[in-house]
């Protein structure tokens, strides 16, 4: 053998030992591990956390706007009132990535020209039932699969609602002289859908029903009622109201002042100083009467918290009955009950009385 053929024969065996040493120095994974366990089937990912990713441009209700925010009819004052029978909304919503609407009422689709999804943003319904109403929106993009969740609000609905049920502006006060006629008043918060007849009244005095003058009915449909006071007393006013299609009455309302009728009243009753004065300043004490033939008599008394008796307060001839104003010059400090009496001219008793609440205090303040 040259010595060239020596020399290539040891590489080569140099090069095959080489080999066989880089093989054993490389770890075998065990049996178990041969396969990729992200890609092997029915691999076991309970553990994982699933997050349901939504993509920027997904159809999404934001909220409601208009009727269904604001829940009733907004007034100038800034108070709400619930919508009632009649009314007619408008259903908007703001979303965003939406080309398609669609409207349900307590489950029930609201069709736009009878289908079911419709580009037009809102709906219009009028309310014909009290009660829940529950309103949800759905909205869907340019691919009819990408539709968004439900958005939902309810709303209270009535059958009608009594703005208010007062006297007549004619009227200052809570007297009235026998024979005079007191007029009171309803107003109702007005649908779209109502008309002259929509609502029927009844009105009572004293809790009995009257009929109204102007078409001896006890149900009208009047919104204004004339009572004429035949004798004194008390009286106390009320409203029935229905809907015309009803048979019984849906709200009631009574009016906030008792009315006192008498011969002769007191208007008003005023003190100087008002409600406080100090021992040894005089109260001047004021009235303003009014009776069916303008020959009213009037008188104060006064008396301290858990007396008996009023002390009158006289005039300069010694008479307890006069003039319709009156000096009082207390004599202790105190809580006092001060009183004032009107009566017809010619009668004994009082027609008619005001009192007030007056505190008498020792020393300066």
Not at 46 to 71: C, M, R, T, W, Y
Not at 93 to 112: D, F, I, M
Not at 118 to 128: I, L, P, T, W
Request: aromatic share 10%; proline share 4%.
């Amino acid at each position: 053998m040259s010595r060239r053929n020596s020399v290539a024969w040891c590489i080569g065996l140099l090069l095959i030992a080489g080999a066989v040493v880089m093989a054993l120095c490389v770890k075998v994974p065990p049996k178990d591990d041969l396969g990729a366990k992200r890609f092997a089937a029915g691999s076991d990912t309970s553990g994982a956390q699933a997050q349901d990713i939504e993509s920027s441009n997904h159809p999404v209700v934001v909220g409601f706007v208009g009727d269904l925010a604001v829940k009733g009819t907004k007034r100038n004052d800034g108070s709400v009132i619930p919508f009632v029978i009649g009314d007619a909304l408008t259903l908007e919503a703001e979303a965003l990535n939406a080309t398609e609407y669609r409207w349900t009422l307590n489950g029930e689709v609201l069709k736009e020209k009878g289908q079911e999804w419709s580009v037009r943003k809102d709906r219009e319904y009028e309310v014909v039932a009290a009660g829940e109403l529950r309103f949800s929106v759905q909205v869907r993009g340019a691919d009819p699969a990408a539709v968004s969740q439900p958005k939902e609000t309810t709303l209270k609905t009535e059958p009608l609602y009594i703005e208010s049920f007062e006297k007549s502006i004619v009227h200052d006060g809570d007297r009235s002289l026998t024979g005079e006629e007191f007029t009171v008043e309803v107003q109702m918060a007005e649908p779209i859908a109502a008309d002259l007849d929509f609502y029927k009244f009844r009105y009572s005095v004293n809790d009995v029903p009257q009929k109204h003058p102007e078409d001896e009915q006890e149900w009208t449909s009047e919104t204004d009622f004339t009572y004429k006071f035949p004798t004194p007393g008390q009286y106390s006013f009320k409203v029935e109201v229905r809907r015309a299609t009803e048979k019984a009455a849906e709200k009631v309302a009574v009016l906030a002042e008792i009315i006192t009728v008498a011969d002769a009243v007191l208007l008003s009753f005023d003190a100087y100083p008002e409600k406080v004065a100090a021992l040894g300043a005089t109260v001047n004490l004021d009235v303003f009467p009014e009776s069916l033939f303008g020959m009213s008599e009037c008188r104060f008394g006064v008396k301290k918290m858990g007396a008996a008796d009023f002390e009158w307060v006289l005039e300069e001839d010694g008479a307890s009955w006069g003039a319709a104003e009156r000096d009082w010059l207390p004599k202790e400090p105190g809580n006092y009950i001060v009183r004032a009496e009107v009566r017809e001219a010619g009668k004994e008793e009082a027609d008619d009385f005001r009192e007030m609440l007056y505190t008498v205090m020792a020393g300066e303040f």
